[in-house]
Each structure stands twice: as C-alpha cells, then as structure tokens.
C-alpha cells in the first residue's frame, strides 16, 4: 500500500511538473510564430491502439481547428482539447504550445470493459462505465454479455460483475460469455470447460461461484472430474449438476 501511494504520489508530482513546464512553454511563444508542426502522441498506444493520430488530425481538420499554419498566440488549446474529447475513442486530451512553433496533443484513448449484444444493437462500456461504439479497430478480449441487457445494468450491476471477474483469475480465464434471459436467469458460459453455469440472479454471485470452484478444486480433483451439461447455483449450499 505504501509503495502504492508512493507511486500515485510520484505520478502526481510528475503530471503537475509537466504541465507547468508546457505553460510555461506557452507563455515564451512569440506572438509572431506559425505553427508549424501538429504532433499528436498516443499515451497509451503501446497497450492498445483504437484510433490512429491520422484520424485525430483529419477530425481536427474537419472542424476547423487544424492549427497548421496559424498564429500560436491564435490557437486555442481548450477548443482543440473540446474536440478531441467529443471522439469515440478519446478519454483524455491535453494540449500545449512549443516555442519552437509545434502544437503538441496528448490522447489517452478509451478502454472497453465488457462487449454487450442485444436485439437493439451491440456496444461496448469501458473502464468509465461509459456506453462506446463498436468499430472494427478494436480488437480485444472482454465478457460478453447477450440477451436481456439494458444499458442502465451494463453499466452498473454487470459491470460491477465483470470487475470481480477480472480481480479473480482463475473466473477471469473461464468465464467468456453471459447470457442474461432476464436478471433473474444468468447463465454463464466457460472456455474450453464443458459445462454451463446456471447462476440465476446476480445477488450472492461471488458465494455462488467460491461454492462452484471448490467442487473443481477440492471435489472433481479428488474423484476425478466429471462432466455435466450445466452446474446450477440457484439453491443455497448446494451445485446442482445436470448431465
């Protein structure tokens, strides 16, 4: 813990020392340079990839706010942070000004969660708990939820749900989809694991499942494992197993 405040202190300290410097930076500008150079830096590009800096520059364009070949002291840096943070795929923004007549934006883009598909249509809800469209550069693994899911428990209750899953590696390994047939019928199903898991409603859904991994662990380990068509949790102390 203490490391960790250790760090997010550091960070901190690291976050405030830049920024000044690019105020700082901003403040020199002569009032006479054109910009010269957009530079758009993907903070986070080494993790993930969602958008291109083509695209950022091509939306800055198409609103008007390309500072190509414009007066420094006639950019406005909020107006361009405004616009990127409009983008589908952009969770922070922050720009800054060089003397040397270079309009730097840095972009943390957003995380996608869990994958949601239902009669209505398919999204995404990321690391924010914010609805985010699906689009064909995203390429990642997340649950995905089917069925009966309205946005409202996507982004709340389901995500809260998926946020246990990915604290527990060994269900975070398993479980890849679920199916809600209504909040009170959630079936969940596992990766190369024969075998659904009944879980009924979500409430009491972390007993439910330490119940469930002690028959794999401590039970089928010692008996051998047996296969069945579903595991039903809905009954209290107990995994029902249907073959």
């Not at 000044?20 to 530079?39: F, Y």
């Not at 107006?79 to 969770?91: G, N, S, Y």
């Not at 730097?104 to 809800?125: A, H, K, S």
Request: aromatic share 8%; hydrophobic share 40%.
């Amino acid at each position: 813990m203490k490391i960790k405040t250790i760090i997010a202190s550091v960070s901190a300290v690291l976050l405030v020392t830049a920024m000044s410097v690019a105020a700082l930076w901003a403040s020199h500008v002569p009032s006479d340079t054109v910009c010269q150079k957009v530079e758009i830096v993907l903070r986070d590009s080494a993790a993930h990839q969602f958008v291109t800096t083509g695209e950022l520059l091509r939306t800055l364009q198409q609103a008007g706010l390309s500072p190509l070949g414009t007066k420094m002291n006639q950019i406005s840096c909020q107006a361009i942070e405004d616009r990127m943070l409009q983008h589908d795929m952009v969770r922070t923004a922050q720009c800054y000004k060089s003397p040397a007549g270079t309009v730097f934006v840095e972009i943390t883009q957003r995380v996608p969660m869990l994958y949601v598909q239902t009669i209505d249509g398919n999204y995404y809800v990321d690391t924010d708990r914010r609805v985010m469209p699906v689009r064909s550069t995203i390429h990642v693994q997340v649950p995905v939820f089917k069925g009966a899911v309205s946005q409202r428990a996507a982004t709340e209750e389901y995500y809260d749900f998926v946020q246990w899953l990915n604290s527990d590696r060994y269900w975070q390994e398993r479980i890849t989809q679920i199916h809600v047939h209504n909040p009170k019928h959630i079936v969940l199903t596992q990766r190369e694991v024969a075998g659904t898991i009944v879980l009924g409603e979500l409430k009491d859904y972390q007993e439910k499942m330490a119940r469930l991994r002690k028959l794999y662990v401590k039970g089928f380990d010692k008996i051998g494992y047996t296969s069945y068509k579903e595991y039903d949790l809905r009954f209290a102390g107990q995994v029902v197993g249907r073959k």
